[in-house]
């Protein structure tokens, strides 16, 4: 596959150009955080510890660690031992004029390192410092380990996902980092800003759990059981705000997704499956009747649905203006014209030179979708250049980190 047709080649396509990142992260939030920037035009050096390097490299299929080649393109990888006082003064180096440091250790561990916050204001108070944890630096909880599945479990979100008579369900991909990774990147770049403009910066900290990103996103649910004194249940693919909104299935075995809670839609839905009396219906004609009428509304539209395929039934959400789409699979995506026309999906090749299709930058500015300048770095293949061109920064009196500390 080609990589993705520019319409223009404006500069303002990579907007970060001149921020230097640091990332000390291990798998998925701050590799998120850190690439969305790199997509910008950040330049993130990631710094890996000696021979493992970042733990998501060890997250293979096939001998390739495909999520490295996704969420570590775009970045500089440079191998340094953290343990010791040589690997500590070149990482101070690196941070003496960096713009943004990321790391998501256990709270604490940056100041066991010796890289507290007056020490740090003191190397480079323009300095903004996102340090990610499963539960935030303060609390009950800070010092508790933080894995995403716990975050997706105790935020609420397994509870509401799911069926009602089936155990909760947990995401299966890294949800609550992800979602950290995403806010974290837009706080980093608020927090940056804000650094410009104050006549005399001094060192910003984020405090940024994997917790309560992911809590704010899953709606008005504190408010909704302050007024109700009830949890929603969980509803399978049904919404709990409005109906009907479900995947129905095709009479070729296929899924089709159907939400049609506004009333013109619904109209032309009725009408089109041959009950123009529905909105007429006494169990359909409100919002709160289709609620608690769901199961019989699902059954008339399911009715239908069983006689169609699932090209027919596209063509007939189509001609109607229905807001209705196939369930898809990542083999379907690859061919499908969508993608193809915008342009979705790119080569990388992988260091062992095989090529590999990855997720192209999601947005556009200006008519123009960042490209990838480079591949996922193999481990420490940048020390020579960030190494060398980077005075080491001493401090004294620092001591060796033990394997524990760090």
Known sequence: MEQPHLESQDESVKPLDRVKVIDLSRLVS???LTHVLADLGATVIKVEPPRKGDELRAWQRDG???YWLAYSRNKHSVELNLRTPEGMDALRGLLSDADILVENFR????ERMG?????LNALNPKLVVVRISGWGQTGCF????GFGSLIEAMSGFAAMNGFADLPPVLPPFAMADSVAGIYGAALALAAMHGQRNREQPTIQEIDLSLFEPLFSILGPQAAEYQLTGKTTPRSGSRSPTHAPRNVYRTKDEKWVALSAGMEGTLARLFDGIGYPQGLTDPRFATHEARLKNIDALDALIQGHLTKLSLAEALDFFA????TAGPVCDIADLLTHPYILERNLLVEQQAPDGRKVLV???PY???GSRPTIARGAPTLGQDNERWLAATPATPTPGQTQMTTEQI
Do not use: E, F, W, Y
């Open 107 to 110: 709270p604490g561990t940056l």
């Open 364 to 366: 556009r500015i200006n």
């Open 115 to 119: 890289l507290d916050k007056n020490m």
């Open 142 to 145: 800070a010092n508790k380990g």
């Open 359 to 361: 997720h192209a930058a």
């Open 64 to 66: 390739m660690s495909t």
């Open 30 to 32: 701050g590799n998120m």
């Open 319 to 322: 001609v109607r203006d229905i």
